[in-house]
Each structure stands twice: as C-alpha cells, then as structure tokens.
T-cell receptor
C-alpha cells in the first residue's frame, strides 16, 4: 500500500475554491486514488476517484500529475457544509476491501 | 437513497457488557461488506470484510474484542466485547462492489459506543 502525505489542516472562507494536495510517491501501477471526507459522528463519504489525468464530478475535481505521484482535490465554492476531514487513499482492488485511512486534512470553513 | 442502515446512532454500554451492532444493506450490487472502527480523534481502522452469508471472523485488539458475522446477503453484524471503561468507540460499516480494477466503498452513518 502506498503511503500518502497530506497537509494536516487548511482554512478557507465560504465561496472560495479549496485545493487539497496529496503526495503518493510510491504509488503502484495497479493502484487508484480515492478521496473521502468525514464529518464528526458520520461515516466517510466518497468524493471522487481517479487513476490519471483529470476527473470531475458534481462535487469536486481531481487532478493527477503525469507521474501519478501527486494528486490535488479541488472543491469549488466551499460552504460551511464542506468542513470535514478529507482523506486521500491509494489502493488497489487486490488489497481487498481494506481502506487504510491516514490522518487526513482538516478543512475549516469560515463565514 | 441510503445504501446502508445502522441503528441506533448512539449507545451507552455498561462496563463489562457486550454490544451487538447491525448493518443493513439496501442494494445487493454492493455485496462486499466491511466493518471499521474509530477511537475518538483517531484514524478510522478497518476490522473485517465478509462477503458471504455464514462468514465469521474474530479479532482482538487493544481495548476490545470483535466478532463479525455475515448473517444474510443484506445483513452484517458486529459484536463488540470487553471494551475498556470510558472508551468512546465509533463503528461503521461499508459496502463495495468488489470490482476487478477499481472499487468504491460507501459507508453507513455509524454507531458511537460510550462505555460507562
């Protein structure tokens, strides 16, 4: 399993775009990049996943560097509801269903 | 539509008492069900993954003993015993398709246990 490194915390005001980076220098060719977020007292919520290049959905966009060692989750126009811990997870299906959660990035959003 | 149901959201557990948790799957297209646990202000930690009815696994970790059972295609259970006094433990289940190349897991709302 590739180890990931994220900033421990970030702050933003409502309406701003937030970019959360994740370093995964040892990522294997079989591994995908997943982003989840968790608010207190709730289960993790899937945000987006990708393998390479650029992925976008209705919630966020994900940019993956050409060598796949760095990914950036982009949240446009954050609101108070986006305050959560954001987790970058790198895993392959061969690892089964075991997701390894790191410390994540605590995102604080202010009015 | 909620994929996983877990009730209740909170439980007070008298010291020395075991607790049984249930996780109900609402969509059979995600048959790979798992349990995760999380101590207060700690990282979420995978416990078990059970695919088929009748599957059982046990695990002992610092602070608690766990028994997971896949009861049916749509029900996963977790028994938590011998929890440390004063511990606050969050348990959540997840479900995934078990896809060949990529597999997204979805999590339930979880249950928070407070040991008295």
């Amino acid at each position: 399993l590739a180890k990931t490194t994220q900033p421990p915390s970030m702050e933003a005001y409502e309406g701003q775009e937030v970019n959360v980076s994740c370093s995964h220098t040892n990522i294997a060719t079989s591994e995908y990049i997943y982003w989840y977020r968790q608010v207190p007292h709730q289960g993790p919520q899937f945000i987006i996943q990708g393998y390479k290049d650029y992925v976008v959905n209705e919630v966020a966009s994900l940019f993956i560097s050409a060598d796949r060692k760095l990914s950036t989750l982009s949240l446009p126009w954050v609101s108070l509801r986006d305050a959560a811990v954001y987790y970058c997870i790198v895993t392959a299906t061969s690892s089964g269903q075991k997701l390894v959660f790191g410390q994540g990035t605590i995102l604080k959003v202010y009015l | 539509v909620t994929l996983l149901e877990q009730n209740p959201r909170w439980r007070l557990v008298p010291r020395g008492q075991a607790v049984n948790l249930r996780c109900i799957l609402k969509n059979s297209q995600y048959p790979w069900m798992s349990w995760y646990q999380q101590d207060l202000q700690k990282q979420l930690q995978w416990l078990f993954t059970l695919r088929s009815p009748g599957d059982k696994e046990v695990k002992s970790l610092p602070g608690a003993d766990y028994l997971a059972t896949r009861v049916t295609d749509t029900e996963l259970r977790l028994q938590v015993a011998n929890m440390s006094q004063g511990r606050t433990l969050y348990c959540t289940c997840s479900a995934g398709t078990g896809g060949a190349q990529q597999d997204t897991q979805y999590f339930g709302p979880g249950t928070r246990l407070l040991v008295l």
